[in-house]
């Protein structure tokens, strides 16, 4: 099957600018990740959607970050305005409903100058 | 408050060697509890989770509640198991609503020929 796809790969920007960044994940996946790594961290979690649902976004910086799943399906993540703390990959994964295994998009390294 | 400790940062053995590395974590409740892999220049992917209590690759992982540990274990290593590792919980269905992943902040482990 084909695995979770996003795009860009690669994106820099200078501060305060704007970035979307684009997942889709495996078909019929009803679970859909966001997940922020720091260099040297482990990712974490910025929003998780069910179908169309938010069910978690606890820890998104609302202010600036901003996440959508239209149709169930394709979501994009938004940064507006960039802050240099942004640097990170940003990882897109989906699950099934059960056993809970999350796939992995090969994620998006954005650099904020 | 929920966090998983993996006190390596890299972890350096010579082939044939033994390999430990370690997980501990805090959990109010049941987690399920995971090992995730990323060989160089791979996505992130899934090695094993304790419920299925499963060797992968010649790897085993044993839930010590009393502990709260999770450490993974090879009796021998390979140089293609050079890869960064990292220890992550999760609620599950009845331990927490949202399936989501608490990452530790990795442990890479180097083989030496």
């Known amino acids: 099957e084909a695995g979770v796809a996003q795009s860009p790969r690669y994106k820099i920007i200078e501060k305060r600018q704007s970035v979307a960044f684009w997942c889709n994940p495996i078909?019929?996946?009803?679970?859909l990740y966001w997940y922020q790594q720091i260099l040297g961290q482990g990712p974490k979690l910025l929003i998780q959607f069910q179908n169309n649902g938010v069910v978690d976004d606890s820890q998104l910086p609302k202010d600036r970050f901003s996440a959508e799943r239209l149709k169930g399906v394709d979501s994009t993540l938004k940064i507006q305005p960039a802050k240099l703390e942004d640097s990170a990959v940003y990882l897109c994964?989906?699950?099934?409903?059960?056993?809970?295994?999350?796939?992995f998009g090969p994620g998006t390294r954005l650099t904020v100058t | 408050a929920q966090r998983v400790t993996q006190p390596e940062k890299l972890l350096s053995v010579f082939k044939g060697a033994p390999v430990e590395l370690k997980c501990n974590y805090s959990y109010s409740g049941s987690p399920e509890l995971f090992w995730y892999v990323q060989y160089s220049r791979q996505r992130l992917q899934l090695l094993l989770r304790h419920i299925s209590r499963e060797s992968i690759k010649g790897f085993t992982a044993d839930l010590n509640k009393g502990e709260t540990s999770f450490h993974l274990k090879k009796p021998f290593a390979q140089e293609e198991d050079s890869a960064m590792y990292y220890c992550a919980l999760s609620g599950g269905p009845y331990g927490g609503a949202t399936n989501k992943l608490i990452f530790g902040t990795g442990t890479l482990l180097a083989v030496q020929p």
């Open positions: 994964a989906s699950s099934q409903d059960l056993p809970y295994e999350q796939y």
């Open positions: 078909s019929g996946h009803a679970t």
